[in-house]
């Protein structure tokens, strides 16, 4: 089974559930669209009892996303702050030209014809 890093609770028609959301925080439902052989891979990990639900997977799935997300944000502002703080306008628009995906698929150097 997933480790949580949390003791996570909701209710569920009237009783307390130790399997949801974080004890107070609302839950809502939403619509994901996965590849079909995801869809498979996490129903095969819920048959095989690694995981409690489909649910379940994706919830935590998220958890880990989300904290990664959160870690890299927090290594960003440390490296900026040791290289002199925070990204220039025109910094930032050469790095946001750099990672999106528009950006990569446009080249801002021009091509010599062969």
């Known amino acids: 089974m997933f480790e949580w890093p949390a003791i996570q609770a909701q209710f ?3 009783r307390l559930n ?4 974080v004890f107070g925080m609302g839950t809502r439902k939403i619509t994901v669209t996965l590849q079909d052989h995801q869809v498979d891979e996490i129903r095969a990990l819920v048959a095989a009892g690694a995981a ?3 649910s379940a997977f994706l919830k935590h799935a998220v958890g880990v996303a989300l904290f990664d997300a959160a870690g890299w944000k927090e290594m960003l502002q440390d490296a900026l702050q040791q290289t002199g703080g925070p990204l220039t ?3 930032r628009a050469w790095a946001d030209a750099l990672l999106s995906p528009q950006g990569q698929k446009r080249s801002s150097r021009k091509r010599k014809a062969a």
């Open 12 to 14: 569920v028609t009237g």
């Open 18 to 21: 130790l399997h949801g959301m």
């Open 52 to 54: 409690g639900s489909v």
């Open 89 to 91: 306008r025109k910094e």
